[in-house]
């Protein structure tokens, strides 16, 4: 782990390499387990999304890895077709009862290229949906490019799904 890092992103959710969830544990860094599989085949995707997920959290958990430092993933963009990618996130509440804090990353991600025929630097308004959906659908971290404007549409979505208000907000 570079000096320095604070959180592990595994894109296999130590699947692959299961000794990663040991270095997240010597080193109290955070670790994020994203679902991935070689192939789109499935016999039932969010079951089986969940129950992946589910035992990459055990490996963790096993290799004493603190369980506030797990962040799941269901891995939109890999492993998945662009309608699995779409029904994973209209299903993302799914994952709410794994227990912990879900991430999603669907910015510029070339499904929203396929549904919108543009090239990367041009999916904005389709990352703000998706990013909007994600957290509607219970996401509480997510990762995104354009920032700023990812941070306003965070701040609106999180008002109407979490009754979040700034400070000074009043109702009358």
């Known amino acids: 782990m570079t000096p320095g890092a604070v959180i592990i992103n595994d894109i296999w959710g130590l699947k692959s390499e299961p000794e990663i969830a040991h270095v997240a544990a010597d080193t109290g860094a955070g670790i994020i387990l994203m679902h991935n599989q070689l192939g789109t085949e499935y016999k039932n995707l969010l079951p089986n999304v969940v129950a992946s997920l589910k035992d990459s959290v055990d490996i963790a958990i096993n290799a004493g890895v603190s369980p506030e430092n797990i962040i799941i993933d269901p891995g939109i963009g890999f492993g998945k077709t662009p309608e699995q990618n779409l029904q ?19 910015s510029r991600k070339s499904t ?4 919108l025929g543009l090239p990367p630097d041009q999916r904005l308004e389709g990352t703000a949906a998706t990013v909007s959906l994600s957290i509607a659908g219970g996401a509480d971290i997510v990762r995104v490019h354009d920032v700023k404007e990812m941070v306003r549409v ?13 400070k000074g907000w009043t109702t009358s």
Do not use: M, S
Request: hydrophobic content about 45%; some cysteine; charged content about 20%.
């Open 88 to 106: 994973v996130l209209k299903q993302l509440e799914k994952l709410k009862p794994i227990g912990y804090p879900i991430l999603t990353g669907t």
């Open 112 to 115: 929203l290229g396929l549904l």
């Open 154 to 166: 965070c701040l609106v979505t999180d008002a109407v799904v979490r009754g979040w208000r700034p």
